[in-house]
């Protein structure tokens, strides 16, 4: 096994906390973003891809939809919702919200997890 | 709209044509005709945001509609050997088996050697069951085939010799199982007998196979072995496993083996796809769907690397599930491409025809046609990366690596084209996957659909190439185009009817004789214009007996998504070692003056201007810009000139000590991170913040003869190219440098280099 290749090879622990880290994601979710945002980010985007959330291009640089990665090779590769995303900003955010219910188990206040 | 890109898939059976030469398509759908055009590709990006979509219909004598069969893909190697009935057990006694190196146990059951054939229920192999129990299949006269299995799993990763002995005579069977000892492990074995049935039928009437099961007698196969299988070997005498395991085959002068049916020697012919039978009947057979050879054996001793040096030890044949070499399809259509047509990237586009066309169908097969022996030729030559193409083929990187998204950055996009890979994993991935097993993938064959190697399709390597092609048409410069694998082919006679050659955005792949070209054509006075980054990066080769297939060996360095395994770093195919060119002794510096030293998955950088772009030498390439203008802080899809994977000037890698380096990059950032060779020791300070090696330099220098060398150092230049409509400092430059370049006038090297 080598970092590259060990889905467990980050030890970054998310604070469900550290609203303060959700908004500066918020505020530029491509954007270059500080230390501790890039340790959060590069945690939650790191792990074995079976089940990674990712977009599926509808139409390029025009349409997305959220899929995940199916357990075995040869799987259908269907939607996990109804949501077309019209922009890469829109679907980062779309999926950091997921991703930080299902990693801290939290949700986020309403007033820093509305649409951008 | 929303296309679908794979309700026809195909590809052609050469991969350049020569204009006046004939180029044959097999296509596959589910629908039972294709309406077939012919492109010749000016800009292949589909993004709105681009240059555009731009092509030119060539009218052909193969416009219009064509019957399509849905053709299968069946991947999986073995070996197959024609035996008119040797191989079939007789009289009294047959003893066989094999070392065996397992590499996944799961799914189905995996055949070791036999001529079992599934619908007929005739013959007998030995094979791994789901769980990797040793089991002897055999055929019953009536009823249902009968099958022994020993207790004892074989474990993956570990080599065993598995074995069974057949007594006819007294209705007896053996199944042994020895496992040598390893590392802490010590030697096991067991073995069972059982009972054999009243009427066994051992004969399928079919060729013996190795590492497959016959489905059926039209040469289809089922239950490929997942792994690696030295030495099979066959007796008709009885011998108990351990003295059916020592039989080392060696021939001795005016002896002959008693017993000795057959033993096939894999260390025979490891560059071939003929496998070699010792003994005296000559049951020689032949590889299909390319399996890896030049793999290490039971009795490799790691004192050597190279399987040239000890071919003994390199004994095993590493056979796969998901090989694939050739679809072999039935052709649909040939095109004899017309002696006038200009050379280019061309393509099939495969639409639905009839009354009612589904205008959301819309498919492509990439071929490229060169000059043909009339053609008058440009000269300036594009070469097409073919090699890296096919490195890339059907890459599923963003569906399978662990570290993908952190890389990139961002939610990993999908494209279409990645949903059909995950859904039809049979149509095979690039060298930078993985093997169901694990293993990675040293082979990429262009006789198989690719479907990142055209339009609409994934934009990295071939689209973004074409955003070069389209700047040279609007700029109204003539230009060929051949591909590397005619540098493969032809050497520098390929390249010796042009003044300029220019690379495009990202030629990685290059085989030993790829390169000797280049080098010679620019000592003989020719000019290259390198507008890529991460060029010249692997040692590769295409595979002699299997001239469609690019082979990789990544070795234990470089950017890679995997490594060699232990000792089998040295190509099958060629026996010259794989890995970096740079560990060759033969950095891209040597050949261009700039070398991979960075991927930025990030912000984009720009360049700007040194104190050694001042010298007269370099005066032309910069008329137009002002001295202190930041050049390609623009860019198409990237947003910089400077970005994706980026190259520097290193003199002791061997870029010439007269080489200037006239710009180089600013404004990268923290995703600017070294290739691991840049490396030696893990230091705070790697990144594009604070490490100087990170960074894209342009280079010129003169060479003998008159020639020149540029080079950018970066894949997303020539996305720059297009920027406020082709009016920019990235196209003035580029500009400059191509009319300069195209100038008979030679260039002279300083006196002091």
Redesign the interface.
């Given at each position: 096994m080598d970092h590259t290749s060990d889905p467990g090879a980050l030890r970054y622990v998310i604070d469900p906390r550290r609203l303060d880290l959700v908004e500066e994601f918020r505020a530029s979710p491509l954007g270059v973003h500080s230390p501790e945002l890039r340790k959060l980010l590069a945690r939650m985007r790191w792990g074995k891809p079976e089940g990674r959330l990712v977009l599926i291009v509808l139409e390029p640089g025009k349409a997305w939809r959220l899929s995940r990665i199916p357990n075995r090779r040869g799987d259908r590769m269907p939607f996990v919702d109804d949501r077309v995303l019209t922009s890469l900003v829109e679907a980062e955010w779309h999926v950091f919200k997921l991703r930080w219910q299902e990693m801290t188990g939290t949700t986020l206040p309403a007033e820093i997890s509305g649409d951008l | 709209?929303?296309y679908k890109t794979n309700e026809y898939l195909g590809y052609p059976d050469r991969i350049s044509v020569p204009a006046g030469e004939a180029v044959r398509f097999q296509l596959s759908s589910k629908r039972p005709s294709v309406k077939v055009e012919v492109l010749r590709l000016r800009c292949g990006d589909?993004?709105?945001?681009g240059p555009g979509f731009k092509y030119e219909v060539m009218a052909s004598p193969l416009d219009g509609e064509h019957a399509c069969l849905d053709q299968p893909i069946r991947p999986g190697s073995n070996a197959v050997i024609d035996h008119d009935g040797a191989l079939v057990p007789t009289g009294g006694h047959w003893c066989f088996g094999a070392y065996v190196y397992p590499t996944r146990i799961a799914d189905n059951a995996k055949a070791v050697l036999g001529n079992w054939c599934e619908r007929s229920a005739r013959g007998y192999a030995l094979e791994l069951d789901e769980e990797g129990h040793l089991v002897l299949v055999l055929g019953q006269a009536s009823g249902a085939p009968a099958r022994f299995t020993l207790d004892v799993k074989l474990r993956p990763r570990v080599w065993a010799f598995v074995s069974c002995a057949l007594d006819l005579a007294q209705g007896s069977v053996t199944l042994s199982l020895i496992v040598p000892a390893d590392g802490v492990r010590p030697a096991a074995a067991c073995s069972k007998s059982f009972a054999l049935p009243q009427t066994p039928a051992l004969d399928s009437g079919l060729p013996f196979l190795i590492a497959a099961h016959h489905v059926n007698g039209d040469r289809q196969y089922t239950s490929h072995f997942d792994g690696k299988i030295e030495s099979p070997r066959v007796f008709s005498c009885p011998l108990d496993a351990e003295a059916l395991r020592v039989f080392d085959g060696r021939l001795r002068t005016g002896v002959s083996d008693a017993g000795l049916v057959a033993f096939w020697d894999f260390s025979n012919g490891i560059s071939s796809l003929s496998i070699k039978d010792l003994s005296p009947n000559n049951l020689h057979g032949s590889l299909r769907q390319l399996p890896r050879r030049g793999v290490t054996g039971f009795h490799w001793s790691g004192s050597v690397h190279d399987w040239r040096l000890s071919p003994q030890e390199y004994a095993a044949i590493h056979f796969h599930s998901d090989d694939i070499y050739d679809c072999e399809w039935q052709t649909t259509c040939t095109l004899d491409v017309p002696a006038h047509w200009r050379s280019g990237v061309y393509a099939l586009r495969l639409t639905s025809g009839g009354n009612n066309p589904d205008r959301d169908c819309e498919s492509y097969v990439t071929f490229f046609v060169t000059p043909g022996r009339a053609s008058r030729r440009a000269d300036l030559v594009v070469v097409a990366s073919v090699a890296t193409y096919l490195a890339y083929a059907n890459s599923a990187l963003?569906?399978?690596?662990?570290?993908?998204?952190?890389l990139m950055?961002?939610?990993?996009?999908?494209?279409?084209d990645?949903?059909f890979m995950?859904?039809?994993?049979e149509i095979g991935q690039s060298t930078y996957d993985c093997h169901?097993d694990g293993s990675g993938r040293a082979y990429s064959s262009w006789l198989r659909p690719i479907l990142n190697m055209r339009p609409r399709g994934y934009w990295f390597n071939l689209v973004n190439d074409t955003h070069i092609l389209d700047w040279l048409e609007e700029k109204g410069i003539a230009y060929d185009l051949i591909t590397d694998v005619e540098l493969d082919r032809e050497g520098a006679r390929a390249l010796a009817p042009y003044r300029v050659m220019m690379t495009p955005t990202h030629p990685e792949y290059f085989s030993f004789s790829m390169m000797n070209a280049i080098m010679a054509y620019q000592n003989a006075g020719g000019r290259h214009i390198s507008m890529g980054g991460n060029a010249f990066y692997w040692r590769c080769g295409f595979h002699p007996a299997a001239p469609a297939a690019l082979e990789v060996r990544r070795g234990m360095a470089g950017t890679r998504?995997w490594?060699s395994e232990p000792g089998e770093v040295h190509l099958a195919g060629t026996g010259e070692p794989g890995s970096l060119w740079r560990h060759s002794g033969f950095a891209p510096q040597k050949l261009v003056g700039v070398g991979f030293s960075a991927m930025i998955n990030?912000?984009c950088g720009y360049y700007l201007r040194t104190a050694e772009s001042e010298d007269a030498r370099v005066a032309f390439t910069f008329e137009g810009t002002g001295r202190h203008e930041k050049f390609g802080d623009f860019g198409f899809r990237y947003n910089g000139a400077v970005g994706s994977e980026i190259d520097r000037y290193d003199l002791e890698l061997g870029t010439p000590p007269h080489a200037l380096r006239i710009a180089t990059s600013e404004g990268l950032?923290?995703g600017a991170l070294p290739t691991p060779e840049e490396f030696r020791t893990v230091v705070d300070g790697l990144d594009g913040t604070q490490n100087a090696l990170v960074r894209a330099d342009m280079v010129f220098f003169e060479t003998a003869h008159g020639g020149a060398v540029f080079a950018t150092g970066s894949i997303t230049y020539g996305m720059s190219l297009g920027h406020n409509n082709y009016d920019n400092n990235i196209s003035t430059i580029t500009l400059n440098v191509v009319n300069r370049f195209l100038d008979p006038r030679p260039f002279v090297m300083p006196a002091k280099t």
């Amino acid at each position: 096994m080598d970092h590259t290749s060990d889905p467990g090879a980050l030890r970054y622990v998310i604070d469900p906390r550290r609203l303060d880290l959700v908004e500066e994601f918020r505020a530029s979710p491509l954007g270059v973003h500080s230390p501790e945002l890039r340790k959060l980010l590069a945690r939650m985007r790191w792990g074995k891809p079976e089940g990674r959330l990712v977009l599926i291009v509808l139409e390029p640089g025009k349409a997305w939809r959220l899929s995940r990665i199916p357990n075995r090779r040869g799987d259908r590769m269907p939607f996990v919702d109804d949501r077309v995303l019209t922009s890469l900003v829109e679907a980062e955010w779309h999926v950091f919200k997921l991703r930080w219910q299902e990693m801290t188990g939290t949700t986020l206040p309403a007033e820093i997890s509305g649409d951008l | 709209m929303i296309y679908k890109t794979n309700e026809y898939l195909g590809y052609p059976d050469r991969i350049s044509v020569p204009a006046g030469e004939a180029v044959r398509f097999q296509l596959s759908s589910k629908r039972p005709s294709v309406k077939v055009e012919v492109l010749r590709l000016r800009c292949g990006d589909v993004d709105a945001s681009g240059p555009g979509f731009k092509y030119e219909v060539m009218a052909s004598p193969l416009d219009g509609e064509h019957a399509c069969l849905d053709q299968p893909i069946r991947p999986g190697s073995n070996a197959v050997i024609d035996h008119d009935g040797a191989l079939v057990p007789t009289g009294g006694h047959w003893c066989f088996g094999a070392y065996v190196y397992p590499t996944r146990i799961a799914d189905n059951a995996k055949a070791v050697l036999g001529n079992w054939c599934e619908r007929s229920a005739r013959g007998y192999a030995l094979e791994l069951d789901e769980e990797g129990h040793l089991v002897l299949v055999l055929g019953q006269a009536s009823g249902a085939p009968a099958r022994f299995t020993l207790d004892v799993k074989l474990r993956p990763r570990v080599w065993a010799f598995v074995s069974c002995a057949l007594d006819l005579a007294q209705g007896s069977v053996t199944l042994s199982l020895i496992v040598p000892a390893d590392g802490v492990r010590p030697a096991a074995a067991c073995s069972k007998s059982f009972a054999l049935p009243q009427t066994p039928a051992l004969d399928s009437g079919l060729p013996f196979l190795i590492a497959a099961h016959h489905v059926n007698g039209d040469r289809q196969y089922t239950s490929h072995f997942d792994g690696k299988i030295e030495s099979p070997r066959v007796f008709s005498c009885p011998l108990d496993a351990e003295a059916l395991r020592v039989f080392d085959g060696r021939l001795r002068t005016g002896v002959s083996d008693a017993g000795l049916v057959a033993f096939w020697d894999f260390s025979n012919g490891i560059s071939s796809l003929s496998i070699k039978d010792l003994s005296p009947n000559n049951l020689h057979g032949s590889l299909r769907q390319l399996p890896r050879r030049g793999v290490t054996g039971f009795h490799w001793s790691g004192s050597v690397h190279d399987w040239r040096l000890s071919p003994q030890e390199y004994a095993a044949i590493h056979f796969h599930s998901d090989d694939i070499y050739d679809c072999e399809w039935q052709t649909t259509c040939t095109l004899d491409v017309p002696a006038h047509w200009r050379s280019g990237v061309y393509a099939l586009r495969l639409t639905s025809g009839g009354n009612n066309p589904d205008r959301d169908c819309e498919s492509y097969v990439t071929f490229f046609v060169t000059p043909g022996r009339a053609s008058r030729r440009a000269d300036l030559v594009v070469v097409a990366s073919v090699a890296t193409y096919l490195a890339y083929a059907n890459s599923a990187l963003r569906l399978y690596q662990v570290h993908f998204e952190t890389l990139m950055e961002h939610v990993l996009w999908l494209p279409q084209d990645d949903v059909f890979m995950q859904e039809n994993p049979e149509i095979g991935q690039s060298t930078y996957d993985c093997h169901v097993d694990g293993s990675g993938r040293a082979y990429s064959s262009w006789l198989r659909p690719i479907l990142n190697m055209r339009p609409r399709g994934y934009w990295f390597n071939l689209v973004n190439d074409t955003h070069i092609l389209d700047w040279l048409e609007e700029k109204g410069i003539a230009y060929d185009l051949i591909t590397d694998v005619e540098l493969d082919r032809e050497g520098a006679r390929a390249l010796a009817p042009y003044r300029v050659m220019m690379t495009p955005t990202h030629p990685e792949y290059f085989s030993f004789s790829m390169m000797n070209a280049i080098m010679a054509y620019q000592n003989a006075g020719g000019r290259h214009i390198s507008m890529g980054g991460n060029a010249f990066y692997w040692r590769c080769g295409f595979h002699p007996a299997a001239p469609a297939a690019l082979e990789v060996r990544r070795g234990m360095a470089g950017t890679r998504t995997w490594e060699s395994e232990p000792g089998e770093v040295h190509l099958a195919g060629t026996g010259e070692p794989g890995s970096l060119w740079r560990h060759s002794g033969f950095a891209p510096q040597k050949l261009v003056g700039v070398g991979f030293s960075a991927m930025i998955n990030d912000t984009c950088g720009y360049y700007l201007r040194t104190a050694e772009s001042e010298d007269a030498r370099v005066a032309f390439t910069f008329e137009g810009t002002g001295r202190h203008e930041k050049f390609g802080d623009f860019g198409f899809r990237y947003n910089g000139a400077v970005g994706s994977e980026i190259d520097r000037y290193d003199l002791e890698l061997g870029t010439p000590p007269h080489a200037l380096r006239i710009a180089t990059s600013e404004g990268l950032g923290a995703g600017a991170l070294p290739t691991p060779e840049e490396f030696r020791t893990v230091v705070d300070g790697l990144d594009g913040t604070q490490n100087a090696l990170v960074r894209a330099d342009m280079v010129f220098f003169e060479t003998a003869h008159g020639g020149a060398v540029f080079a950018t150092g970066s894949i997303t230049y020539g996305m720059s190219l297009g920027h406020n409509n082709y009016d920019n400092n990235i196209s003035t430059i580029t500009l400059n440098v191509v009319n300069r370049f195209l100038d008979p006038r030679p260039f002279v090297m300083p006196a002091k280099t």
